[in-house]
């Protein structure tokens, strides 16, 4: 039986930040090394350590879990919130499992402190056992004295065949085409995975400051050891109104501005790249008209401009019906197409009989949301896992994820080039 949660105080208070645009990266430097929980893009976003309570789940539901015992957490806390903007009071940073079998389940995440900045308005929240409530709340001098420690890098990084070797993933891919050819789903992703050997601890602030940096249109996060940044937002609800950013066919950028533009055109014209956003986009829409009184699905794609690729994007957005949890949202929502595949239980079924690794919680739900129910999830793309540290000098292992959408035009070395652009930001943010 589940323990009752304790009884909590949130306190929400202005702070005092340099603005975003002078100083991007203000929120990371706070940031303690142990356990860092971030959700920033662009320099505003959320930030938290410490942990004042946490809900782990593991069961086929586990967003419909995660959502019920938040509820049941948030009716055992008092809020003093002075600020009243998206992401201000008690708010939980999570992450969730890609396949509810797995057993790195799912995690929420309620930080001891939270700093946050929306445009030019910044606030710290304490969140603390009822009775331990600090009398003032911090300062920005203390926020920064109390993460003053220096932020390390990981020295010599090796790199090495993860659950498959290349050629074994290769004949995964061409395994999948054939599944497809023979009508049992009409797409599906694989995820592939390497392994990274680091020659000092990891610090999970050297990759979070480093992604944040080159990828700043992407949402830079850290929750329970998963770290990365991901330019796929699964669902943000604010106030009523609804956004999904699908993403699904993929180039790789050549460095040169001319050559891009060409690549941009040929991919918004490419046959097999809309076959494959076309599933992803209609399983979003598909899974968010129960919940709107209208939606918006635009009739093309744009194309994303990322430092190593370009994707085809659609931004479907929606006015909610009644008042609905983000955590709601995204349980209806994942897995997208962009992710599993479709037909969703086939390609997923396909997923598990032939992949042959654990995507833990790569590929799955990441973010936050906050008292009201709104938040923000991404897709854990782009990122990697941080092995727990077998002493107390840390962690020197990790597991970098990436992925493709395999359909019927799909070629093997094709789908292995694009994964190594997609291991990029990671290789990018080691130092290599």
């Known amino acids: 039986m589940t323990q009752a949660p304790q009884r909590l105080v949130a306190r929400t208070t202005p ?18 090394r142990h356990a860092p929980l971030s959700w920033v893009r662009r320099g505003d976003g959320l930030v938290g350590w410490g942990e004042a309570a946490r809900i782990e789940v593991a069961s086929a539901a586990q967003l419909d879990e995660a959502h019920a015992r938040w509820a049941e957490q948030l009716g055992r806390t008092t809020t003093d919130d002075a600020v009243r903007v998206p992401g201000t009071g008690p708010v939980a940073f999570g992450s969730f499992a890609f396949d509810p079998t797995s057993p790195a389940g799912g995690v ?19 969140i603390s056992p009822e009775g331990e409530q600090p009398a003032t709340p911090p300062t ?30 290769c004949d995964v891919v061409a395994r999948a085409v054939k599944e497809i050819h023979a009508g049992t789903v009409d797409k ?16 999970p602030r050297w990759l979070l400051g480093r992604l944040a940096d080159e990828y700043s249109t992407c949402w830079t996060f850290s929750v329970d050891g998963l770290v990365g940044a991901t330019p796929e937002l699964l669902v943000r ?19 040169h501005d001319a050559d891009d533009l060409a ?26 008209e129960p919940f709107c009184a209208s939606t918006n699905v635009p009739e093309t794609p744009f194309v994303l401009h990322l430092p190593n690729v370009l994707h085809l994007a659609t931004d479907v957005t929606g006015v909610l019906a009644d008042g609905v949890s983000s955590l709601t949202l995204a349980g209806a929502l994942h897995p997208t197409a962009a992710v599993c595949g479709t037909p969703t239980d086939e390609a997923r079924e396909l997923i598990r009989h032939i992949e042959q690794l ?40 990790l597991r970098l994820f990436a992925g493709c959408g395999i359909v019927a035009a799909s070629v093997p070395a094709d789908e292995l080039a694009e994964t190594e652009a997609k291991l990029e930001p990671m290789r990018y943010a080691l130092g290599g």
């Open 263 to 288: 690549r941009a055109a040929q991919l918004s014209h490419s046959s097999k790249d809309l076959e494959e956003h076309e599933y992803a986009v209609a399983s979003v829409a598909r899974s968010l």
């Open 140 to 169: 920005l001098t203390e926020l920064l004295a109390a993460a003053a420690e220096p932020v390390t890098a990981p020295g010599t990084v090796t790199l090495s065949d993860g659950s498959l070797t290349r050629e074994a993933w």
């Open 108 to 126: 929420l995440v309620v930080p001891s402190v939270v700093v946050g900045r929306r445009g030019d308005v910044a606030w710290v929240t304490t």
């Open 358 to 397: 654990d995507r833990a919680r790569y590929a799955g739900p990441v973010g936050w949301v906050g008292a009201d129910g709104d938040g923000e999830w991404g897709i854990a793309l782009r990122s990697a896992e941080i092995a727990p540290a077998t002493g107390d000098a840390g962690s020197h292992d």
């Open 15 to 32: 702070l005092d930040l340099p603005d975003a645009t002078s100083d991007p990266a203000t929120l990371l430097d706070l940031l303690p």
């Open 237 to 255: 609800s604010e106030r009523g109104l609804v956004i999904s950013r699908v993403l699904a066919g993929t180039v790789r950028r050549t460095g």
């Open 188 to 203: 599906v992703v694989l995820a592939r995975d390497v392994h990274a050997r680091t020659e000092a601890p990891v610090d």
